[in-house]
């Protein structure tokens, strides 16, 4: 049974940090790219950054130089540092992977940045 549980999110000022974390059991973590997910009220979810199984990453053009997603595989562990956090950054974090066509989810984490 694929589990997927965030944590680390919070309330935190403008221009502060965080660092969520993604805990994965059910599967072999290292064979399978990850992804962080986002979702703020009223909008679709939309994705964050995605790291291959080779450490290669990507992310959405309005975080590319704040954020940084990596992953442990020893811990079965993937993490989203956000850094120089905005407004707008505030949504619930998700963490997913893609396991035969079909999408995991975790139950998400709060990310409210506001002064």
């Known amino acids: 049974q694929v589990q997927l549980v965030e944590s680390g999110g919070g309330l935190v000022q403008p221009g502060g940090s965080l660092r969520l974390s993604c805990a994965a059991s059910?599967?072999?973590?290292?064979?399978?790219?990850m992804n962080w997910y986002r979702q703020a009220p009223g909008k679709e979810r939309e994705l964050v950054a995605g790291?291959?199984?080779?450490?290669?990453?990507d992310y959405a053009d309005s975080v590319a130089d704040r954020f940084t997603i990596s992953r442990d595989n020893a811990k079965n562990t993937l993490y989203l540092q956000m850094n120089s956090l905005k407004p707008e950054d505030t949504a619930v974090y998700y963490c997913n992977v893609v396991i035969r066509s079909r999408d995991y989810w975790g139950q998400g984490t709060q990310v409210t940045v506001s002064s």
């Open positions: 059910g599967i072999l973590f290292g064979l399978y790219p």
């Open positions: 790291i291959a199984v080779s450490g290669s990453t």
